[in-house]
């Protein structure tokens, strides 16, 4: 069976696909990080792992959200945020056990798609579009 669209139409938008998948996921971790950032002591409490902690994981979001944006250490950018992702579902399925939804939707499914978009972007390199330093 013949596909509607051709498929090298597809195999032209990966590099753009690439981009906006590596700004949406750094554009949602970099908001996570100035929250962590702005309130250390609140967040620390809401995710029961201390100030230092969440001040530390703020910074990680925060950097690892500017490299993918920029295309930079994509590599190194995308493992570190996988470590906080795999951290966040960790907990929420052994410590908290909120199941994949949770209640008041906070479940660790959010958590699962941004680490499954991680995979992609380490795995395929970011693309194209990148700030080679």
Do not use: C
């Not at 590599?75 to 994949?100: E, N, P, Q």
């Not at 995979?119 to 194209?128: N, Q, W």
């Amino acid at each position: 069976m013949e596909s509607l669209l051709p498929e090298l139409f597809f195999e032209d938008l990966t590099d753009a696909a690439l981009l906006a998948l590596r700004i949406t996921v750094a554009a949602m971790f970099l908001s996570s990080g100035f929250l962590h950032v702005k309130n250390p002591r609140e967040r620390g409490k809401s995710i029961e792992l201390g100030t230092v902690f969440a001040f530390v994981l703020g910074i990680v979001e925060i950097a690892g959200a500017v490299a993918l944006a920029l295309g930079t250490y994509i590599t190194i950018a995308s493992v570190a945020l996988i470590i906080v992702m795999a951290g966040a579902i960790g907990m929420k399925i052994f410590r908290w056990k909120t199941g994949m939804y949770g209640a008041n939707n906070n479940g660790w499914y959010y958590d699962l798609l941004l680490l499954s978009s991680l995979l992609v972007i380490a795995s395929e390199g970011g693309g194209l579009f990148l700030l080679q330093i």
